[in-house]
């Protein structure tokens, strides 16, 4: 397995104690990021324990991670053999406690500010003795109101996926202002030479730069279509085609989610108070009738 440090309890070549490589992960959330995190880092070697929230999820959580790494195995990117390794680093569990002994533990519940600082209250007390890292994979949420619900906001983080994350090669780490500069040396190197994915650096703003940057261009195509401009399937394709994109706008939110969407919407738009941010009507009425994207089969798209 690779390792991002040298091996416990020797000294690094500057005299200061060196950490521990972080082996045993947890991650808390079985969602699309969650399940998506889970199998990058099962797939990297590490110990990997999930903490989900429901019986339900304790059967379905494992099934789409063993439907992810079957897809690796039919398109030939990974042996069955790997695949089998990778199921076998990962448990599940109920029990926030049972992530006690992890170094590293990634939030990615859903996208709720008061949901992830009342976890994050929790996690604190669970990992006390420790000097774990509690990361949060918030798409907009700003990371120091989060460390705030803790008493360790040195070791607190944004570790951002992109979805799928199996996929996509960037990782955004975002550090607040009471962010330890070494905590966030040590997660971009996990990123890079662990995960394998390429870490950016990004500022604790909403958003912090690609989300920033997206929503404004995902919110105006569905301005466009709420005024009449063009149908779902013509701004799409202006996209795809026209600028090589590999999905257009509208389909690219219904993969995000439309719940998500709003949810992301409504931090940027809370931090910068600038029009292009605020959630469409369009898109309000339809995540409030239950129409979220391909998770539920209906968004701007309709999905089998
Ligand atoms: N797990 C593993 N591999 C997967 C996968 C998954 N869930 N989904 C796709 N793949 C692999 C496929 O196996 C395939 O590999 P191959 O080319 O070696 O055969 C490759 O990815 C392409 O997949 P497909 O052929 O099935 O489908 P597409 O070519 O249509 O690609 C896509 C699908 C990867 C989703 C592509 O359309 C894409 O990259 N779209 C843009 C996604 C994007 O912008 N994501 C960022 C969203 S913003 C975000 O996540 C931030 C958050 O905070 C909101």
Do not use: W
Request: glycine share 8%; with cysteine; hydrophobic share 45%.
């Amino acid at each position: 397995m690779t390792t991002n440090a040298t091996t416990p309890g020797t000294a690094s070549p500057t005299g200061t104690p060196a950490r521990a490589a972080i082996e045993r992960v947890g991650v808390v959330g079985s969602g699309i990021m969650g399940t998506g995190i889970a199998e990058l880092c099962a797939k990297s070697g590490l110990d990997v324990r999930v903490a989900v929230f429901s019986e339900t999820s304790l059967d379905t959580a494992p099934e789409r991670l063993a439907a992810s790494l079957d897809r690796g195995v039919a398109k030939g990117k990974l042996t069955p053999a790997d695949r089998d390794r990778a199921l076998a680093r990962v448990s599940f569990t109920r029990d926030l406690g049972r992530l006690a002994d992890r170094q590293l533990v990634i939030e990615a519940v859903k996208e709720d500010e008061a949901l992830k600082q009342d976890l994050f209250a929790t996690l604190d007390k669970i990992v006390e003795d420790t000097d774990a890292i509690l990361a949060t994979n918030t798409s907009s949420i700003p990371i120091s109101r989060i460390a705030a619900a803790t008493r360790r906001p040195a070791q607190v983080l944004g570790i951002h996926f992109f979805n799928p994350v199996p996929v996509l090669p960037l990782v955004e780490v975002v550090g607040s202002v009471l962010t330890d500069a070494a905590v966030v040396r040590r997660a971009e190197t996990f990123v890079r030479d662990v995960l394998g994915k390429q870490p950016i650096v990004s500022p604790d703003r909403a958003g912090f730069l690609v989300n920033a940057l997206l929503f404004p261009y995902l919110l105006s195509a569905v301005r466009m279509l709420e005024s009449g401009h063009a149908d779902a399937d013509t701004i799409d394709q202006a996209m795809t085609q026209g600028c090589s994109h590999p999905m257009g706008p509208l389909r690219l939110a219904d993969l995000i989610g439309l719940d998500t969407t709003v949810s992301i919407a409504q931090a940027l738009y809370e931090e910068y108070k600038e029009p292009l941010y605020a959630p469409p009507p369009l898109l309000m009425r339809m995540t409030e009738s239950g129409l979220l994207g391909k998770k539920t089969g209906q968004g701007f798209h309709t999905y089998a």
